[in-house]
């Protein structure tokens, strides 16, 4: 059980301010928690893999691939500034 004193501790540590009743109650909910994990720990795991999900994701993704495009007046057109086969862009770094 998780008494006054040490949820006063974490509360300062965490630069909390805690009146009376959020101590009372934050020790109560504290202790609960960590009983439930005492329970957890009770479970044997040994035969269980690691793993970040419950479930297995899988992106689907493509390779990179370089492709010609054929079009490449179009693609310029979008330019908001283009400097003949180019796209111009605002400067970002400083000359040295």
């Known amino acids: 059980m998780i008494d006054r004193e040490q949820v006063r501790k974490v509360a300062h540590l965490a630069r909390l301010e805690l009146t009376e009743e959020e101590e009372a109650q934050f020790s109560t909910q504290l202790s609960s928690i960590l009983d439930y994990f005492e329970q957890l720990s009770e479970l044997d795991t040994s035969n269980v893999e690691p793993t970040a999900r419950a479930i297995d994701v899988v992106n689907i993704t493509r390779t990179d691939a370089k492709e010609t495009y054929e079009n490449r007046d179009r693609i310029l057109e979008g330019a908001p ?15 040295a």
């Open 81 to 95: 500034d283009r400097d003949e086969d180019f796209f111009r862009v605002p400067q970002i770094l400083n000359e």
